[in-house]
């Protein structure tokens, strides 16, 4: 390109018209081209140069799109895609001053230097410019504009008091959906614009913003690059951004440049932000240079080589890595695409391959790919070198089944906004990659399908934005009755849905309130102020009625793998937690019923736990005497030691670890034991009744709120035998490899002592252990642990010996203690 055109640098803040200047300058000649810093800058322009020169004359050349007619003439690019090997009439650089970006300002001060017009080059930047112009381009002519309208501060304001037409600029995507979601909230939606949006996407729900149909848009800092719309007040939700490695406050001239997207041609606009103090508000100092447009000059651009040698891989890195020789520019920061050339020149393979000229070219151009999905230098550097691969051998076309794939794996439209984002952005990648002409053997087919995927992604993210970040219905009904929510005329049905002039906006289930999936409008604050009172009322009737219910109204919800809790007319009024002892959980009341005042809640609270009280002594009465037993003073340590055991195991306990006490028992602490409807069993002690479906149910609910955990799944009681290894808890004992019912184990233990005659050798009748579905094995060991030892068969059939006592086995694990854990160990200790 010819660096004999002089060059004109139109510097200024925003609203100066400098865009629309250039724009009037490019098509007054008779080709041109101008370099801007965003896609969705350059399709903006394009769509407009179109409408005045028709889409056979006009480019759009991107990373990502390239429209370009054999006869194009007038050129819209970003930055990167300018074609610099044109010979243009005209040539622009839009927002020149990002040549200080430390991240792409190397890009910005290549074209600075280098891009030129055949007639004329014209440079476009902010005032902080104009030293760099004077020491760069000596002879270049500047011409400062001044701002059409007037721009002022207007104080910090509150999301839920920013004036119509207000854009809120956040610093990231999260920030970006969270402020959204508050405005859905509280002003029934806003438009979001950010960078990363592709220009369908973007267009779409700008002219959201533009028709009317939201009041509010959330952007990333991409606002400030010359994206044109109606906006009267930007507000700063945030005053530090993170710049690609660090963290980092604002400069007053980027404040400056999106704050100066408020205010159009005469019409003024306002500025501020978020908060009144901390690092979130505006200093004194920066509010008085953004009102009077005064930055501090640049002092340096970043600069690398634009047009590198070739010769070779370490010729290609020594030049990237050069030092300018103007004293105004600096060497940038190592880009990804400099990183990553550097860590594939440490393979031998892509030495091998890059040995010439033409193939350092397409090495470097493979490195040039950008990272879309941001994943960093290694992610990305190891998706370049398949791709050098493939386009360093055969005909260097990278396959089409592999690109076929990919493409294919991206087409799909489900998911939400951050995962169809996510899609678009590996979708710019391989449309990048489509706009390479040879780098596929059919790069025209896989371009229009990347296009394609790009545009059913962008409307289906669109739709999801609007799902997720616009309530239609909220906006229309404000707009109907203006501010005052107390005009909603607020019904709510037979069925729990709440109206509003017949449109549902969800449904009181109970005493929460959840939003109709087809309306997000009920969760709106300024529309649930009409309905509160109503909805108030509502919710004491249903908890008056909820602490006079009957027993038969309130039930137990105890599903494997859920919290145990408490229900009322098919809701969830209430959950289980630890409490002071097994048999009195704690009764915490859902959240839902914080609604409702304190003494009502008490009420409720009160009523829950009555009938709590009479349930358990309805359906599992030997928990409650095991833990008087416990408690009692007065009753013998070794019957305290048994009834804390049997407490903190829920009604079973192993006899092994309690020998010694149960040995001790006397005969009126067994009766104790047995009226409270205890089993002494040979190898267990347990509460028989609770191995019934219904108290074995009250049971597993009891341990979980013991231990604040869901209720564990266990195995059907019907079942007499099952695979060794048990829940910890359960009524079943491990013997050899199989888990015995405990109280079928003490049928056999009875059975066997039934028929032994002192120590002399029987055989037991096999009829109840074959009927059980004992395994021979496992009642063998089953008699090793009753105290048996065998004896000589009588003609084939098994014998025992009654040893005299059962020998102290393993117990298996017991359910941790609870409120009486210790209390065995601390008796026994005591004596």
Known sequence: MRASSPVTAVLGPTNTGKTHLAIERLTGHSSGMIGFPLRLLAREVYDRVVKVKGAKEVALITGEERICPPGARWFLCTAESMPLDRELAFVALDEAQLGAD??????????????????????????????????????????????????????ARKLSR?????????????????????LRRLRGGAAVVMGALSPRTRNAQVAMFQAGEVDYLVATDAIGMGLNMDVAHVAFASLRKFDGRRQRRLTVAEMAQIAGRAGRHQRDGTFGALHEEGPGAFRPEEVLAIEQHRFAPLETLYWREGDPSLASIDALIADLEARPADPVLRAAPEAIDLAVLKRLAEEDWVRQRARGPAMVARLWAACGVPDFRKLGVEPHGRFVARLFQH????????????????????????????????????????????????????????????????????????????????DKRTTLLLRQIGADANALPVVIGEQGEVLVEEHELGRLEGFRFTVAADAR????????????????AERARRGAALAEAGDDAVTLLAEPGASPRLGWQGIEVARLRPGPALTRPRVDLDRALDCLDRPLRDRVRARLEEWLTAQLARHAPPLA????????????????????????????????????????????DRKRLRDAGVTIGALDLFAGALLRPGPARWRAALIAARHDAPV???????????????????????????????????RIARAAHDARRGRTPFAPDPALATSIGLKPETLAKLMAQLGFSPAPPDEGQPRWRWRGRAPRVKAPPAVPSGAFAGLAELVARRG
């Open 712 to 746: 564990a799944e266990t195995p059907p009681l019907s079942a007499s035998v099952l695979p060794r290894g048990q829940p910890v808890g359960s009524p079943w004992r491990d013997i050899g490899g199989q888990s015995v019912r405990i109280d079928l184990v003490e």
């Open 102 to 155: 430390a991240e792409r300002g190397h890009v910005f001060t290549d074209r600075l230097l280098r891009a030129r017009g055949r007639e004329e080059t014209m440079l476009l930047g902010s005032e902080s410019l104009r030293p760099m112009v004077k020491a760069l381009l000596p002879k270049a002519e500047i011409i400062g504009r001044p701002r059409f309208s007037t721009l002022s501060y207007a104080g």
């Open 162 to 182: 920013l004036p119509k037409r207000s854009v809120v600029v956040a610093f990231s995507a999260e920030e970006v959906y969270a402020v959204a979601e508050m």
């Open 521 to 536: 409008a009920a969760d709106k604050r300024l529309l649930l102020a009409a309905a509160e009172k109503r909805l108030g």
């Open 625 to 668: 005497g095991i833990a008087a037993i416990a408690r009692d003073p007065a009753a013998p340590a070794p019957l305290r030691v048994v009834a804390a055991a049997l407490d903190g195991g829920a009604g079973i306990a192993a006899r092994a670890p309690l020998a010694e006490s149960v040995d001790a028992l006397s005969p009126e």
């Open 391 to 470: 386009l360093s051998e055969g005909q260097g076309h990278i396959p089409a089944d592999w690109f076929a794939g990919e493409v294919a794996r991206l087409d799909n439209v489900a998911g939400d906004v951050e995962t169809i984002a996510g899609r678009i952005a590996a979708a710019r990648s391989w449309a990048y990659i489509a706009h390479r002409a040879d780098w596929l053997a059919d790069p025209a087919h896989w371009a229009e399908r990347t296009r394609a995927l790009e545009e059913r992604l962008s409307d289906a993210l669109h739709d999801r934005l609007r799902q997720r970040f616009v």
